[in-house]
């Protein structure tokens, strides 16, 4: 079945770096989709991604739909306290009823 | 602007007891997906929902059913519970209409002892 590879699978870094991540996939995704989920909270949508190349922005977060359709990324700016948790890269097909498929999550920690 | 609205938050149960989870999905939306999320892992898709009609089907266990009502809220029955049901479950829905956004509850924790 489909699956996402997202990596990386957690980050260490200053208040005030820079982040990257990424995802990729054996198959072609219609829909790129990145949440952030905090402990115990359901996953909150973050940015949506619809055609192939896109680039959006949402504050200091930024992310792109790969044009071969099977990546994207996502980078968060000057982190903030506040960007710590978890961000799941999600992938849908082209049906109109197709399950989102998640990445494994990348667990952002920021340090003191 | 209404979200999609789980109940109830928390639930403990025995094993062998049967659960139910209750979902109401953003209005106008017309499907409806159920995940699970054990701790330190991925949400695993469940069973989901297109107009009242089952549209696809998960890793679900024989134990667990679900349904859509005719005011588009869903639930998901659990029975005969284990220890390995204990979870967060989401709902999320979304408007096929309006592109392929999905949004999601806040979770339904389930504790079996």
């Known amino acids: 079945g489909q699956q996402l590879n997202q990596s990386p699978q957690s980050m260490f870094i200053q208040e005030g770096e820079d982040v990257s991540m990424n995802c990729t996939s054996s198959?072609?995704?219609?829909?790129w989709l990145w949440y952030k989920q905090d402990p115990g909270e359901g996953p909150v949508l973050l940015i949506a991604?619809?055609?192939?190349?896109e680039l959006t922005s949402n504050g200091r977060l930024t992310a792109q739909f790969g044009i071969t359709r099977k990546d994207s990324f996502l980078n968060i700016s000057a982190s903030i306290p506040s960007d710590v948790g978890i961000y799941f890269c999600a992938g849908q097909g082209r049906n109109r009823d197709d399950k989102i498929i998640f990445g494994k999550g990348t667990r952002l920690h920021i340090l003191p | 602007a209404a979200g999609v609205i789980q109940s109830p938050r928390h639930l403990i149960k025995e094993k062998r007891e049967t659960a139910t989870l209750k979902c109401y999905p953003i209005?106008?939306?017309?499907?409806v997906y159920w995940y699970q999320q054990g701790p330190g892992q991925d949400p695993q898709f469940l069973i989901s929902?297109?107009?009242?009609?089952?549209?696809d089907k998960g890793s679900i266990p024989d134990r667990f059913s679900a349904q859509q009502f005719s005011d588009y809220h869903s639930e998901l029955n659990m029975s005969s519970l284990e220890l390995g049901d204990s979870a967060l479950y989401f709902c999320a829905s979304r408007w096929t209409g309006a592109g392929n956004t999905i949004y999601f509850g806040e979770g339904s924790w389930l504790t079996v002892v």
């Open positions: 991604l619809y055609k192939a190349g």
């Open positions: 929902f297109y107009e009242k009609m089952q549209s």
């Open positions: 209005p106008r939306h017309d499907t």
């Open positions: 198959s072609i995704f219609n829909t």
